[in-house]
């Protein structure tokens, strides 16, 4: 997401580089930049001009900081005006005092609200809060039994009334089965149509009269650009609306929606949906999207998704292991598959600063190896994924793994021993070494061997993990952590 409007941002900065002080002369150079960026990025006209302006009034005025680069400080100015520009903070979701929590969900056909409903069932389920799932969708063909379907996948209960039954009616007898059940919260799926009409906002303006929600999110299509903003706006002048779901936001690269909704429409982007799959939504934060954009990582998304696939147990054990070169296929295996539970491979580097950069060429790639590398692993039997030893001493299990995998055998002995000597080197760590140049991780080939420390050793002042300093008796301190990841 952002590519387009990041890949613009740098030449702003550019204007910028090499000069020694920030002026008014080579503020209106970057600024343009700024403002054809955000334009091309079909951000609304009315939000250009109000953003540019003020990041104009902050840059002439600026103090540069001492040891801080004029395009630096720059940069900083425009971060803190695109979190101005969507929101500040995070806006929560609401949690009404007496339960059930009401929910009502708007948006036109073809936003993504149906599978936006259990994308939010799924987030509050993760949060221990229960929730009812309200089907009152009775004209759109199957979209009841579409909400069924994901209810069963992610196990939330969906209640309906069938097709020819009223949907106020289903609302509100949804509402009533979520206060007789215990359960915590209501998530009414509504109809949508191809564009606003008075029926439509009708029908809505009934169920939300007769269940009163505590929220009602409009699901937008961020692909629709600036149009996004106004479709908020309009929803809320027409009904009243609490907030926004920006859906189809990693298929988007101008972001002109996420930067439009809140100015335009007065309401903010409580959530956006990020991929395809049920567990794709995050709640928005203004700050993370703006160093998103700005190609500066989101360190603290990156660690959540990790803390909702890793246990920590486990984790600490994984760092024993791989300190006492204990660390065999079988946890490769597993560190793979839980990465890929993240999200795709670029997906997860972007979140990393400085990660923003690599090209598509080399996560293709990336992606490549850890596939061909999955596939030999799985082609190994139990005792040789747990003891790889037995592969560096037998060109025959190397032979046969080759053929079960559709690889050659150098590429399994490509494998062995790049693995072999990572294990090396994660024993050397443990005992308070330094950490040796490498060519490139198991799965990773060379391609992208050196964002993994492929290069000439250590920097200096490096201090691996594991040889921080020791506690009386001789024995190190501990460090804790994700360890593998």
Not at 146 to 174: C, M, N, S, W, Y
């Amino acid at each position: 997401m952002f590519d387009a409007l990041a890949d613009r941002l740098e030449d702003a900065w550019k204007k910028l580089r090499g000069q020694d002080k920030i002026s008014e002369a080579n503020v209106k150079e970057a600024v343009k930049e700024v403002r054809r960026a955000l334009l091309e990025a079909d951000v609304n006209l009315k939000v250009v001009q109000s953003f540019v302006k003020e990041v104009e009034k902050q840059a002439v005025g600026a103090e540069v900081v001492s040891g801080v680069r004029p395009d630096q400080q720059f940069i900083k100015i425009v971060h803190d005006e695109l979190v101005a520009v969507m929101g500040e903070t995070n806006a929560p979701l609401a949690h009404a005092e007496t339960a059930p929590t009401v929910i009502l969900m708007a948006g036109l056909q073809g936003t993504g609200k149906t599978t936006a409903t259990a994308k939010l069932s799924l987030y509050l389920k993760k949060e221990q809060r229960s929730a009812l799932m309200v089907a009152t969708d009775v004209y759109r063909p199957a979209a009841i039994d579409q909400l069924k379907t994901l209810g069963e996948q992610i196990q939330i209960p969906v209640f309906d009334l069938g097709t020819d039954a009223d949907p106020v009616e289903i609302a509100r007898q949804g509402v009533e089965k979520a206060k007789a059940d215990g359960i915590d919260t209501v998530i009414i799926d509504t109809a949508g149509r191809l564009q606003i009409d008075p029926e439509m906002m009708s029908e809505l303006a009934r169920i939300k009269d007769t269940v009163k929600p505590d929220d009602t999110l409009l699901v937008v299509d961020a692909m629709t650009g600036q149009e996004a903003a106004n479709l908020t706006q309009t929803f809320n002048d027409e009904i009243g609306i609490t907030g926004a779901i920006l859906t189809k936001l990693d298929g988007d690269t101008r972001g002109g929606a996420a930067l439009s909704v809140r100015s335009i429409s007065g309401q903010p982007i409580k959530f956006v949906g990020v991929g395809e799959k049920v567990e794709a939504l995050q709640p928005f934060y203004p700050d993370r999207m703006a160093s998103r954009i700005l190609n500066m990582g989101d360190v603290l998304t990156l660690v959540e998704k990790a803390q909702e696939e890793f246990d920590m147990a486990d984790a600490e054990e994984m760092q024993e292991k791989i300190l006492e070169a204990r660390f065999d296929f079988d946890d490769f295996l597993k560190q793979m598959r839980l990465l890929k539970n993240m999200g795709s491979l670029g997906g997860v580097l972007k979140l990393i600063p400085g990660m923003g950069k690599i090209s598509g060429a080399d996560l293709e790639k990336g992606e490549s190896e850890l596939k061909r590398t999955e596939a030999m692993i799985s082609s190994m039997t139990k005792e040789e994924r747990q003891n790889p030893d037995l592969l560096a001493r037998s060109p025959s299990r190397r032979r046969r793994i080759a053929k079960g995998s559709g690889h050659n055998e150098r590429d399994i002995s490509d494998l062995v021993t790049k693995f072999t000597r990572m294990r090396g080197m994660m024993k050397q760590m443990g005992q308070g070494g330094g950490m040796p140049g490498m060519g490139g991780m198991p799965g990773m080939g060379g391609g992208m061997g050196g964002m993994f420390g492929g290069g000439g050793g250590p920097r200096p002042g490096f201090r691996p993990t594991g040889s921080g300093k020791k506690k009386k008796g001789g024995k190190k301190k501990k460090k804790k952590g994700f360890g593998s990841l």
